[in-house]
């Protein structure tokens, strides 16, 4: 991205403003598009914390992980267990899970980023493969294996026991000093965490260090000549990237406290590659869209199914409505992923910027066009005179 | 000692695979400076070549049950059988091997289409818009095959003549206990067998020699008037066939299901960065190696040692090796190195 202009405070000041604005009107506006529920909200907020996460190592350093997916597995599996032992309060689930990613992401980075460009991609798809097939077998005991780690009743929950909360019949639910981790006041909470790590990204993107991050991007080699040694920098990028992810992996855990390995398979890292290229990699509120969308159709689209397919077309004669529903039943439902699949590809090869190149592309045709027909106007007095 | 012998078998024949696609990889690699994701897709879709040749030869119809004879009974029976009898039989029981034939043409088809009307667009675009793109087209592969397939495995029989197992261990003076599938051991030929195919017909006919020249330096080749471009296409085709015959024979090891390409893409990937990225001894060497390693380390006595092994040895192996000799086991300087 060569046109980085460097915001002032005040205007960033508007920016988060403007953000909240819409992030916290959410449910009001987004009623239309029968997204309102708090299930899905929480899906934006969490995958968008991912996503703005793995752009902070993606977008600004240009490295490509494909094993992002460990950190959010470590990060639910962290906060399921604090769950158990400490308290069902999210604040120490928060924390031990994104500290924990932070130091499992230090120890992959120390080995992966000593190689780069598609060694590195390798490097940290080993390492997530290697994290998820042990979650599968020998650390069955902290994962619990297939069934995936749950909650129970006869769980320690210590502070929680001195607190004097005691656990009834049901089993107890995630919550932040008695303001529950799920419906609206749990989407109120991933919306205040993920406005506050926004906030933060902001300032990374807008610092001196983040300029570093570009130049690593856009030339390491020079980097390195003009003095820098790139490693650290890179590191730290990776851990905050990975903290992001273990932050997002927590998220969910707090709004199902149920965590499994399948969260870390490598298809669940090629996700947020996807979200983030969709949205716009090194762009600010790329990721946060395209977490969005992705979600949005993925909830729209997996809904969808043969019948509803059928009335649909009904109003069509019946030998075409059944083909167009067939035909379209390949793109809907069970069969959502091809549509994703199609859709990357085309922005891939259409439009490597993602949706962000294409809203300036439109809003330079636009404004080209509204100049042009400016400069026509002016033109034309101009002729008529002559 | 018979275990041993029979886990390098078993190491063999799994290395087999990985060095089959792994193969492929590092052609298209070496060729067009291609990373494709898409290939471990190409792999599962030739397994189900040899699905779709099962499907095809086993249309039924119902007939009569002669059998049955006090009531009217009804089976169905295949139409090769109806026409043919035993002969019939004979070719549905060799459906597999048989597939090959429809499978050589039907992959070198969709590679070169594959290259025509993807890959060829994404020669100069970044590594990481390659990665990229041929994973969305991998996605896209395996829904399609899900769509038509479904979701579930569908084993695929060897003919009956080698369902059984070898006494290999009276060959080898081990033993009469000691026994191995004929299957894998048809499978381990055919790997050894098409791979050194692959590298005659790069080392000992004009065209491989030229398909060489052009790995080593493209533009003198083209400066010379020939038309690399259309060479790599080939090879892009060939490796497809590669990758798909070893989808088909694969078949009776493991029932295809519409996201092995996927399980065996990524290992198929260390595989080829252990060999080191654009070297093809390499990727066919790191290929048993790491068969081998993965299936001694699946024994029990060496998963009482280290729990779990079984599961990451090929991956740390992978990490080692990138730390120690960073361009992999055979690796050139000044491939993939900017």
Same mark, same amino acid.
């Given at each position: ?49 991912? !996503? &703005? %996460?793995?752009?902070? $190592?993606?977008?600004?350093?240009? /490295?490509? @992980?494909?094993?992002?997916? #460990? *950190? ?34 230090? !120890? &992959? %980075?120390?080995?992966? $980023?000593?190689?780069?460009?598609? /060694?590195? @991609?390798?490097?940290?798809? #080993? *390492? ?34 001195? !607190? ?223 | ?338």
């Amino acid at each position: 991205m060569t046109h980085t202009k460097i915001a002032s405070p005040k205007q960033d000041i508007l920016y988060m403003a403007i953000l909240s604005a819409v992030v916290l009107t959410m449910p009001i506006w987004l009623q239309p598009f029968g997204a309102a529920y708090p299930d899905l909200m929480q899906k934006f907020m969490i995958f968008g914390i991912f !996503a &703005i %996460g793995y752009n902070i $190592l993606f977008g600004l350093t240009g /490295y490509l @992980s494909f094993g992002h997916a #460990a *950190f959010l597995g470590v990060g639910s599996y962290t906060a399921v267990w604090s769950f158990k032992l400490l308290s069902m309060n999210v604040i120490p689930a928060l924390i031990f899970g994104t500290v924990l990613s932070g130091l499992f992401a230090l !120890a &992959i %980075g120390f080995v992966s $980023l000593r190689r780069s460009g598609i /060694y590195f @991609s390798i490097l940290t798809l #080993a *390492f997530a493969q290697m994290s998820y097939n042990l979650a599968y077998s020998v650390l069955t005991p902290i994962t619990n294996g297939e069934t995936g780690l749950q909650l129970t009743q006869g769980d320690a929950r210590v502070l929680d026991r001195m !607190a004097g909360i005691q656990a009834d019949a049901s089993l107890p639910t995630p919550n932040l000093f008695g303001i529950e981790g799920i419906g609206y006041s749990g989407f109120y909470i991933c919306a205040a965490l993920m406005l506050i790590s926004f906030f933060i990204y902001l300032r990374i993107f807008r610092s001196p260090f983040g300029l570093k991050l570009r130049a690593i991007k856009s030339n390491q080699n020079r980097m390195g000549y003009t003095g820098y040694n790139t490693r650290p920098y890179l590191m730290t990028a990776f851990v905050i990237s990975g903290m992001y992810a273990g932050l997002a992996g927590s998220l969910l855990a707090v709004t199902d406290p149920l965590a499994g390995a399948e969260r870390m398979q490598w298809t669940a890292s090629g996700e947020v590659v996807l979200i983030t290229i969709l949205g716009g990699v090194g762009t600010l509120i790329g990721p946060l869209l395209g977490a969005g969308i992705i979600k949005y159709f993925e909830n729209i689209l997996s809904a969808f199914n043969d019948s509803v397919l059928q009335n649909a077309f009904s109003f069509l004669p019946d030998w075409l409505a059944h083909g167009l529903a067939s035909v379209l039943g390949l793109f809907v439902g069970d069969g959502w992923h091809l549509t994703l699949g199609l859709v990357f590809m085309l922005i891939v090869i259409f439009l490597p910027g993602g949706i962000m190149e294409g809203i300036s592309r439109l809003w330079r045709l636009v404004s080209s066009s509204a100049s042009s027909t400016d400069d026509k106007e002016k033109e034309q007095p101009s002729t008529k005179e002559a | 000692m018979d275990a041993i012998f029979l886990q390098i078998l078993n190491g063999l024949d799994k290395g087999g695979a990985y060095a089959l696609i792994a193969l492929g990889l590092t052609l298209v690699f070496g060729t067009l400076g291609v990373v494709n994701f898409a290939h471990g897709a190409i792999f599962m879709m030739g397994a189900f070549c040899a699905v779709t040749v099962e499907k095809i030869l086993t249309l039924s119809v119902r007939v009569k049950d002669e059998s049955v004879t006090f009531f009217d009974a009804y089976k169905e029976t295949p139409y090769l059988e109806v026409w043919f009898g035993d002969t019939g039989a004979a070719i549905i029981d060799w459906s597999v091997p048989l597939s090959i034939i429809l499978a050589i043409p039907v992959m070198l088809l969709i590679g070169i289409v594959m290259e025509r009307s993807l890959i060829r667009y994404f020669y100069k675009r970044p590594h990481a818009d390659q990665i990229l793109v041929t994973f969305g087209l991998a996605i896209v592969l395996q829904e399609l095959v899900k769509a038509f397939f479904g979701a579930n495995p569908i084993p695929q029989g060897a003919p009956d003549v080698v369902a059984g197992s070898a006494a290999i261990g009276a060959v080898f003076g081990l033993g009469e206990a000691v026994v191995y599938p004929w299957w894998r051991l048809i499978y381990l030929a055919f790997s050894l067998v098409t791979i050194g195919l692959v590298f005659s017909f790069l080392h000992f006919t004009t065209y491989g020699m030229v398909v060489r020249a052009g790995m080593a330096d493209r533009e003198t080749v083209e400066l010379l008037g020939i038309n690399i471009e259309r060479r790599f296409t080939i090879v892009f085709g060939m490796a497809a066939v590669v990758a798909g015959l070893a989808g088909v024979m694969y078949t009776p090891v493991l029932p295809p299901d519409y996201h092995l390409g996927m399980d065996f893409l990524v290992l198929s990937f260390v595989v080829v960065v252990v060999g080191g990225m654009g070297s093809l001894p390499g990727a066919v060497l790191a290929g048993f190696l790491l068969g081998i390693l993965q299936s001694f380390s699946s024994m029990t006595e060496v998963k009482d040692i280290f729990p779990g092994i079984d599961q990451v040895i090929i991956y740390l192996v992978a990490v080692v090796i990138l730390l120690t000799r960073p361009r992999g086991l055979m690796g050139r300087r000044g491939v993939m190195e900017s």
